[in-house]
């Protein structure tokens, strides 16, 4: 098993630039999650989702969308990018709500 | 609303002390705590949690309803335990709430 797959690993965006960070999972599992972290600031939710097809918002959602339409991925889109929004990107799945898996993150830059 | 407080950026031990990773937090409802470990160039893991009343690598965690605490510890820090350290409580809606975290160095 692969477990969670992040792509890409680095981004460099211009603001006001798009882009969809890429997220898989391989374990069948009906949680996943976004977060972001940012320098000395821990990881703070950006959107999660209970299973296909239902997404919802988390503690920083502004700025991004999310879908799930399938269990195994759950791309993150910015829209319009910001410099406010350089910072490492988690992707992370869970079976229950005891654990979460990671991925190894994206690092996006906005400059 | 839910808080998890480390109020240590950065904690530094020599191998063979003890290690104590300070985590507070803030919560209405029955809190489920654990403890995620980054180790460097590796991905975020799940370490410990407080249901499993496990010792994992050496690591315990008790949580203290009445001090509303979830302190790491260790008797005898090793050379590898050298990571950043999260603290996580599980509140509603599935979702956790990180702390800062802590930086910890266990010099030889």
């Known amino acids: 098993n692969a477990g969670v797959t992040q792509t890409p690993k680095f981004r460099i965006l211009k603001i006001g630039q798009s882009m969809t960070l890429q997220c898989t999972q391989d374990m069948n599992h009906n949680y996943m999650y976004w977060y972001r972290q940012d320098p000395g600031m821990g990881l703070k939710l950006i959107y999660y989702?209970?299973?296909?097809?239902?997404?919802d918002k988390g503690e920083v959602p502004n700025g991004y969308n999310v879908s799930r339409s399938t269990t195994e991925d759950f791309p993150l889109r910015l829209e319009l990018a910001a410099p406010s929004q350089t910072s490492v990107y988690f992707c992370?799945?869970?079976?229950?709500?005891?654990?979460?898996?990671f991925g190894p993150g994206t690092r996006l830059t906005v400059l | 609303a839910q808080r998890v407080t480390q109020p240590e950026k950065l904690l530094s031990v020599f191998k063979g002390a003890p290690v104590e990773l300070k985590c507070n937090y803030s919560y209405s409802g029955s809190p489920e705590l654990f403890w995620y470990v980054q180790y460097s160039r590796q991905r975020l893991q799940l370490l410990l949690r407080h249901i499993s009343r496990e010792s994992i690598k050496g690591f315990t965690a008790d949580l203290n309803k009445g001090e509303t605490s979830f302190h790491l510890k260790k008797p005898f820090a090793q050379e590898e335990d050298s990571a950043m350290y999260y603290c996580a409580l599980l509140g509603s809606n599935y979702k956790l709430t990180f702390g800062k975290g802590t930086l910890l160095t266990v010099n030889p």
């Open positions: 989702s209970v299973g296909a097809g239902i997404t």
């Open positions: 992370a799945s869970s079976q229950t709500v005891n654990e979460q898996f």
